[in-house]
C-alpha cells in the first residue's frame, strides 16, 4: 500500500516562510505525476502545485512566484516551500501522487492521499 507522509506545518508570522516535505513509501519517479494541495476551514479542497515525472511544474494563481515544489529522487521527498506566507494561506496541506498526468483544482484523479499537516499564518 503507498503511503505519503507529509510534515514540515505550524504556526507562522505572515511574511514568514516554511518548507513541507512529503515521504513517500516508494520511489516518487514512480507516478506520474505528484502535488500539494490544501483544504481551509468552510472551504473545498483546493490545488496549489504539482511537478510531473519530468519535472514539469504547475502552480495555482494565488501561490505563483511564492512557492516552489520540487523532488528528491534519493529521498523519496517531494517538497513545497512557501515564501511570504500569508494568513490566506492557512489550511491543512496535503500530499497527493497520481498514476496518470491529470489533475484538477480539487484533485479527484489522484490515487494516494497523505494525512495532511496544518499550516497556520497568524500574528
Known amino acids: 500500500q503507498v503511503q505519503l507522509v507529509e510534515s514540515g506545518g505550524g504556526l507562522v508570522q505572515p511574511g514568514g516562510s516554511l518548507r513541507l516535505s512529503c515521504v513517500a513509501s516508494e520511489n516518487i519517479f514512480n507516478f506520474n505525476i505528484m502535488g500539494w494541495y490544501r483544504q481551509a476551514p468552510g472551504k473545498q479542497r483546493e490545488l496549489v502545485a504539482t511537478?510531473?515525472?519530468?519535472?514539469?511544474?504547475n502552480y495555482s494563481d494565488s501561490v505563483k512566484g511564492r512557492f516552489t515544489i520540487s523532488g528528491d529522487s534519493a529521498k523519496n521527498t517531494v517538497y513545497l516551500r512557501m515564501n511570504n506566507l500569508k494568513p490566506e494561506d492557512t489550511a491543512v496541506y496535503y500530499c497527493?501522487?497520481?498514476?496518470?498526468?491529470?489533475?484538477?483544482?480539487?484533485?479527484?484523479?489522484?490515487?494516494?492521499w497523505g494525512q495532511g499537516t496544518q499550516v497556520a499564518v497568524s500574528s
Open positions: 497527493a501522487a497520481g498514476d496518470r498526468e491529470v489533475f484538477s483544482d480539487y484533485g479527484g484523479e489522484f490515487d494516494y
Open positions: 511537478i510531473n515525472v519530468g519535472g514539469i511544474t
